[in-house]
């Protein structure tokens, strides 16, 4: 089985519509949803957004569902010239960067308790979800650090630091903590971001506008993913 979750219901709600021999049932808030996808199961959360909020989800479809792997799926800002407004990034490793405990000697992103800072997305994930990249039309793809933070990246400043501390491609509020959750929970995991603003000073103008197109872009991507999925 594979779990499918995403921040905000516009990022899953295609995927959700084409689901067969649906369940749903509803676990401290958030309801998961459960049936199949191409004749593959999959389960299928709307987490909301936030580190926190993404981490509860999780581990709880982790401990209820027990997915073979799981899928986090979105929109985020791109922090490189390389891709535009409906490109989609795939998550080679995540890091979180609010995390800092650098006053106490730690690496900026450092994260207690697994003390690495960049968390290792599953190879055969990526591969999968790179070659169904090349699969959609007109959307460009790249492969590199996807950064999470509680924070909406809105500024030339803030993508500076993003940038120069961690060489992220895209910024976005989930994807490192459910990547925490599954490395702590050794579940193979992969994090997908299409692009819906250029992360600065734009981006509150850019957000709404493009956020359908690159949700939908993603959501292409998640299908081939669990159709080709061994």
């Known amino acids: 089985m594979t779990g499918i979750i995403g921040a905000m219901h516009i990022e899953v709600e295609t995927i959700k519509s084409l689901m067969k021999n649906k369940t749903a049932e509803t676990i401290s808030g958030v309801e998961y949803v459960k049936g199949?996808?191409?004749?593959?199961?999959?389960?299928?959360?709307?987490?909301?957004?936030?580190?926190?909020?993404?981490?509860?989800c999780t581990q709880t479809m982790i401990l209820k569902y027990a997915p073979d792997c799981i899928i986090n799926t979105g929109v985020g800002g791109s922090l490189c010239t390389?891709?535009?407004?409906?490109?989609?990034?795939?998550?080679?490793?995540?890091?979180?960067?609010?995390?800092?405990?650098?006053p106490l000697g730690d690496p900026i992103g450092l994260i207690s308790g697994i003390n690495i800072v960049n968390i290792p997305a599953d190879k055969e994930v990526i591969t999968l979800l790179s070659q169904g990249i090349e699969?959609?039309?007109?959307?460009?793809?790249?492969?590199?650090?996807i950064a999470s933070g509680d924070q909406f990246i809105a500024s030339?400043?803030?993508?500076?630091?993003?940038?120069?501390?961690?060489?992220?491609?895209?910024?976005?509020?989930?994807?490192?903590?459910?990547?925490?959750?599954?490395?702590?929970?050794?579940?193979?995991?992969?994090?997908?971001?299409?692009?819906?603003?250029c992360a600065d000073g734009s981006s509150h103008m850019d957000y709404g506008e493009f956020l359908p197109i690159a949700a939908a872009n993603a959501a292409k991507l998640i299908e081939y993913f669990v159709k080709n999925k061994n």
Not at 135 to 145: A, F, H, Q, T, Y
């Open 156 to 197: 030339d400043e803030k993508k500076k630091f993003i940038t120069e501390n961690f060489g992220a491609i895209v910024c976005e509020m989930e994807g490192a903590s459910i990547a925490q959750v599954c490395f702590t929970n050794g579940v193979p995991f992969g994090v997908v971001r299409a692009v819906s603003d």
């Open 36 to 56: 199949t996808l191409h004749g593959r199961e999959i389960v299928i959360a709307v987490c909301g957004i936030g580190k926190v909020a993404a981490a509860m």
């Open 135 to 145: 699969s959609l039309e007109n959307v460009k793809g790249m492969k590199g650090v």
């Open 82 to 102: 390389k891709l535009a407004i409906g490109d989609i990034a795939v998550a080679e490793s995540l890091v979180q960067h609010d995390m800092d405990t650098s």
